[in-house]
C-alpha cells in the first residue's frame, strides 16, 4: 500500500496512464488490436442508466421536433456534433471537403433559419447521409444506404448519430494500422517513461515482481550450470553436483535470473499467485501460451507412447501419425491441464481404434488384449504431471522455447528438439509469439 492516502483526482490520473499505457501495449504486441465501443451487460445498472438517459433525450428531441412550431434546440447541437464528427473523418489533404462541410453545416447559420422557421432538415440529413457514404469504409456501406428510407427526422437523427459513432472507431483503427510501425518504433521509450511515472506515484506497487524475481534468483544460484527451461531442473543430478554447491555463492547474472523468471511462467499455477506487476497486460498472452505447451506437450507424449509400442511400421504408414495427432488436439481442445485425465481416457480409446484400424489394413495381427490394455494404461497416465515421458517431452519443449527468449532472439533449426517432428510447426509458432512477448517485456 502507498504511504499516504491519494486523492480522487491522483486516483483518476493512474487509471487513465494505466490505459493509455495498456493501449500502447497491445499496438505493439497484438497485430489485431482494435478498440472497440464500450458495452455494458445488458442487465448492469450502467447499461439501465445510459438506456434511460439515451430514450430521456431521444424522446425530448422527438416531441421538440413534434411540436408546432418545432422547436429546434437539441437538433441543433445534434447538427453541431454530427459537424464534428464528420469533420473529425477528413484527411488532411480533404481540403475542399473540409470547406463544403463547413459551409453546408454552418450552426451559426442553421440557428438562424430555425430562427426564422426556415431551417431545412430533410435537406441537411440528405447532405449528411452523401458525405457519410463518401467517407465510410465499405463495411459500413449498407449501413449508410439504409438510413436512406428514414422518414421520421428524430430516428434519422439517432441512426446517423449511431453510425457516425462507427465510422469514427473504424478511422482510429485504421490510424493505428497504418501507424503501427512508427508506434512500434517508439512503444518501448512511452512505456518506460509511463511505467515510472506510475512507479513514482505508487513506489511499493512492485512486491509481486520482486517475489518472482528473488526466486528466480535463488534458482539460478542453487543450479548455475544449469540452463533456464524448466524450475523442476533444480532436482537434477547436476543440480546437486558439488561444483553447483561450491558456486552458489556465486550472484547470478541479471540475464540469467530475467530467463529464468520468464520460463518459469510456462509453470505458472493458477490461482495460486498473482503475477507479476511488469507482466499483468501480457498475463492473458502467456497463459494462452501456457495452455498451449501444456497441450503440445500431452499431443507428443501420446504420439511417443504410441510409436514406442507399435514400432516404425506401423507409425510410418500414410497419415497415421497425423490422425492420431489430429484426434489428440481436438479431444483437449479448450480444457485446462485439470481435465487432461477425462481427456486421455477417450483418447487412449480413439488411439486404440486407429491402432487396430491401420493394423487390419496393413494385413498385420491384431494387438493382444494385453497390449491393448498396456497402450491406453500409458496413454491415460500420461495425465500424471510426473510420468517420465511426459515429463522429458516437457523439458524437451521449454528448453526449445528458451532459445526464443534470449536477448538476440536467435534460434535455428538444428536446434529442434528430437522426437518432436510431428509438433514442430505449432511449437515454432509457440516460440515466436513467446520470445516476441518476453523480448518486448524485457526491453
Given at each position: ?22 493501449i ?6 497484438n ?69 463544403q ?7 451559426e ?32 456501406d ?8 428514414l ?26 494500422q ?45 543450479s ?27 550472484v ?26 511488469t507482466l ?26 504410441t ?74 497416465s ?40 510431428p509438433i ?18 524485457r526491453?
Amino acid at each position: 500500500s502507498p504511504p499516504q492516502a491519494l486523492s480522487m483526482n491522483e486516483l483518476q490520473q493512474i487509471t487513465d496512464d494505466i490505459s493509455k499505457l495498456t493501449i500502447a501495449h497491445e499496438i505493439a504486441l497484438n497485430s489485431d488490436f482494435k478498440l472497440q465501443a464500450a458495452s455494458f451487460s445488458p442487465k448492469s445498472l450502467e447499461n439501465r442508466v445510459k438506456e434511460t438517459l439515451h430514450k430521456a433525450f431521444w424522446d425530448s428531441l422527438e416531441e421538440q421536433l413534434s411540436a408546432s412550431p418545432p422547436d429546434y434546440t437539441r437538433a441543433i447541437q445534434l447538427l453541431q456534433e454530427i459537424k464534428e464528427a464528420l469533420l473529425s473523418l477528413l484527411l488532411p489533404r480533404h481540403n475542399q471537403l473540409r470547406s463544403q462541410i463547413e459551409e453546408a453545416l454552418d450552426v451559426e447559420l442553421i440557428r438562424q433559419e430555425a430562427e426564422h422557421g426556415a431551417l431545412d432538415i430533410h435537406g441537411l440529413t440528405v447532405y449528411i447521409l452523401g458525405t457519410m457514404a463518401r467517407l465510410c469504409a465499405p463495411i459500413r456501406d449498407e449501413e449508410v444506404r439504409g438510413l436512406q428510407s428514414l422518414t421520421d427526422p428524430a430516428q434519422l437523427l439517432r441512426e446517423i448519430f449511431r453510425v457516425l459513432g462507427l465510422m469514427k472507431m473504424d478511422m482510429l483503427n485504421f490510424t493505428i494500422q497504418s501507424l503501427r510501425t512508427h508506434l512500434q518504433d517508439h512503444t518501448v521509450q512511452y512505456e518506460q517513461k509511463k511505467f515510472q511515472d506510475l512507479l513514482d506515484k505508487l513506489p511499493n506497487s512492485l512486491d509481486r515482481t520482486r517475489e518472482w524475481l528473488c526466486k528466480a534468483a535463488a534458482e539460478v544460484s542453487a543450479s548455475p550450470s544449469q540452463p533456464p527451461p524448466h524450475p523442476a531442473v533444480s532436482g537434477s543430478p547436476a543440480a546437486r553436483s558439488p561444483g553447483a554447491a561450491s558456486s552458489s555463492a556465486t550472484v547470478p547474472s541479471l540475464t540469467s535470473v530475467l530467463n529464468r523468471g520468464y520460463m518459469n511462467l510456462l509453470c505458472w499455477e493458477p490461482g495460486q499467485k498473482e503475477y507479476p506487476e511488469t507482466l499483468v497486460m501480457d498475463q492473458a498472452r502467456l497463459q494462452d501460451i501456457q495452455a498451449q505447451v501444456n497441450q503440445l506437450t500431452v499431443i507428443a507424449a501420446v504420439l511417443l507412447v504410441t510409436s514406442g509400442m507399435c514400432g516404425s511400421t506401423l507409425c510410418g504408414s500414410p497419415g497415421f501419425v497425423a490422425r492420431l495427432k489430429r484426434v489428440t488436439k481436438v479431444l483437449l481442445e479448450g480444457l485446462s491441464c485439470t481435465r487432461y485425465e477425462e481427456a486421455l481416457e477417450e483418447i487412449s480409446d480413439q488411439v486404440l481404434q486407429e491402432v487396430c484400424r491401420t493394423l487390419s489394413q496393413l494385413g498385420h495381427a491384431a494387438f493382444t488384449t494385453d497390449k491393448c490394455a498396456s497402450l491406453k494404461g500409458q496413454i491415460k497416465s500420461i495425465a500424471d504431471k510426473g510420468n517420465a515421458v511426459r515429463h522429458v517431452i516437457e523439458q524437451r519443449i521449454h528448453s526449445f522455447l528458451s532459445l526464443f527468449i534470449s536477448p538476440d532472439g536467435q534460434n535455428s533449426q538444428k536446434d529442434f528438439p528430437k522426437g518432436l517432428d510431428p509438433i514442430q510447426e505449432e511449437l515454432l509458432e509457440v516460440g515466436r509469439r513467446f520470445g516476441s512477448v518476453i523480448h518486448h517485456n524485457r526491453q
